[in-house]
């Protein structure tokens, strides 16, 4: 098993990266997460999935092992292929996908391309065990937050503003505050709404 491929960057788009290793160039794809933690440095270092099928050898790069992890346990549930692992991971970031999988939060899990109500089901049927015990989540922190996340949301939309566009405003304060209360996601989004 390939487990990291360090070298020269010599190709670099949204969905693969080539990378020169002692004179051979590796093609790996990537998630548009990936992609947007690459530095624009000459070397390179990423960590690797390898998948082997009967007609192709596929490689897939990761910036970090946290997101790999993700990835491998997304392709474990039947349904999910590599593609539309990638697609989540391009879609949410590792960290959402993980608290979403967490906390039974199927509309998030639902808004990947490709993904019905009975994949995303199936999906936090199969991992959400796996993912409270692997990465030591408490599951009332987890609810509490987007217990939070969610008041503040139909607050929102009860004051006019389109959910899409709240939703995305809330989420990026939820990261940047994680603890954050109602009242003050609230405020926060009003400022950037």
């Given at each position: 098993?390939?487990?990291?491929?360090?070298?020269?960057?010599?190709?670099?788009?949204p969905?693969?990266?080539?990378?020169?290793?002692?004179?051979v160039?590796?093609?790996?794809?990537?998630?548009?997460?990936?992609?947007?933690?690459?530095?624009?440095?000459?070397?390179?270092?990423?960590?690797?999935?390898?998948?082997?099928?009967?007609?192709?050898?596929?490689?897939?790069?990761?910036?970090?092992?946290?997101?790999?992890?993700?990835?491998?346990l997304?392709?474990?549930?039947?349904?999910?292929?590599?593609?539309?692992?990638?697609?989540?991971?391009?879609?949410?970031?590792?960290?959402?996908?993980?608290?979403?999988?967490?906390?039974?939060?199927?509309?998030l899990?639902?808004?990947?391309?490709?993904?019905?109500?009975?994949?995303?089901?199936?999906?936090?049927?199969?991992?959400?065990?796996?993912?409270?015990?692997?990465?030591?989540?408490?599951?009332?922190?987890?609810?509490?937050?987007?217990?939070?996340?969610?008041?503040?949301?139909?607050?929102?939309?009860v004051?006019?503003?389109?959910?899409?566009?709240?939703?995305?405003?809330?989420?990026?304060?939820?990261?940047?505050?994680?603890?954050?209360?109602?009242?003050?996601?609230?405020?926060?989004?009003?400022?950037?709404?």
């Amino acid at each position: 098993m390939i487990t990291h491929i360090q070298g020269k960057l010599t190709d670099k788009n949204p969905t693969h990266v080539v990378i020169d290793c002692n004179g051979v160039g590796y093609m790996l794809n990537i998630s548009l997460h990936t992609y947007s933690q690459i530095p624009d440095k000459e070397y390179l270092k990423l960590y690797t999935h390898l998948q082997v099928k009967e007609d192709s050898h596929t490689l897939y790069g990761f910036s970090s092992l946290a997101e790999r992890e993700i990835f491998r346990l997304l392709i474990s549930v039947s349904g999910i292929g590599a593609s539309i692992a990638r697609t989540m991971l391009s879609s949410l970031t590792p960290k959402q996908i993980r608290e979403g999988i967490a906390s039974g939060d199927v509309p998030l899990i639902q808004s990947v391309k490709g993904i019905g109500a009975k994949t995303a089901q199936r999906v936090i049927l199969d991992l959400k065990d796996k993912i409270l015990k692997i990465y030591d989540i408490d599951e009332v922190s987890v609810s509490k937050g987007n217990t939070n996340k969610d008041e503040a949301l139909s607050a929102l939309e009860v004051l006019g503003f389109v959910k899409k566009q709240a939703e995305r405003v809330v989420d990026k304060i939820m990261v940047a505050q994680p603890d954050a209360d109602v009242e003050t996601i609230i405020k926060q989004a009003l400022k950037n709404l």
